[in-house]
């Protein structure tokens, strides 16, 4: 290929032996075609305000006709920045995380960024310390931790400056955190079960070691100490639906148990099916209320009531926080807390 210039011609590519060897085109040639210095183009692409708009034009139609693209390496070496976000999140198929991404990855390609994104299968700190290190090592400019934290003092070490929000954990002095009010939620849940005449509410909690799962659980015991009630037992499961299924068979054969909060509707929907396969009717025996509002939430049956959590918009205002710590580094680190809203259907209803 070969471009016209002010200062001659540039050939994109040689022959050697008979076979033509393209390479791409680099900044040498737009500053060749537009007859300006390769500094000169840099400052163009930097978007420099010390260039003439006459310069400004010649370098854009360079850039045009050589078909000049700026790679990540190129673009950071002039920029400072790689243009990429960090996304740390625990490794699953359940919609929490799937939404969380969509909602992140949606905000960063609004504001020009591409994110690069890391997984762990452990909220322990030597896990989330290789996970976080593993990202820096690609360059990012700041980073999302989509992972329940407990240890603070552990993730401001490993993230030592870099632009950070959490979503749902604990976090540094340095980092922004955007949570739902999790304790909140467990209230909304069992407040509306007692309101039903419900005597007291079981609860089937997520992982002990996830700290959105252990705000739930305090809710839950928090509204039932103050109305007077019985605590039952905490049931655990994993977050996926075998395991609301196996507490499900459990729940079934207690017939003082008329009303439960389960700490994801996947969770719910076997736990559900536990109780309908032993004759235990949902609602006319045993209410149900769910958490986090899935899509498949209103189509279940009984269509579930659930504590709605915003995932995307969750993604979304991580990306916002750390772009706005990414462009003023100064800035004050803040949390925001999002109010959880209780949906009701047709998963409860009077004892």
Known sequence: MVVAGE?????MGRTDGGSKRLRAPSMADVASVAGVSPQTVSRVLRGHPNVSEVTRLQV????????????GLARALVTGRSMTLGVLTHESDQYAAIAIMLGVNRAARERGYFVSAAGTTSVSPAAITAGV????DQGVDGLIVAVPIWDELALGRVTNGLPTAVIDGASSSEDDVIALDQERSGRLATEHLLSLGHETVWHLAGPASWKDASGRT???????????????????GDWSADSGYRNGLIVARMPDATAVFVSSDEMAFGLVRALVEQGRRVPEDVSVVGM???PLARFAHPPLTTIRQPFQDMGRIAVEHVLDAIDDPEMVRTRVTIAPELVVRESTAPR
């Open 292 to 294: 986090d509002d899935i």
């Open 7 to 11: 200062r001659g011609t540039v050939r």
């Open 133 to 136: 290190e593993h990202l820096r």
């Open 218 to 236: 305090t809710g839950w015991e928090k509204a039932l100490v103050e109305a007077g009630r019985t605590v039952p037992p905490v049931l655990h």
């Open 60 to 71: 854009e139609d360079a850039v045009e006709k050589t078909g000049y693209r700026r790679t």
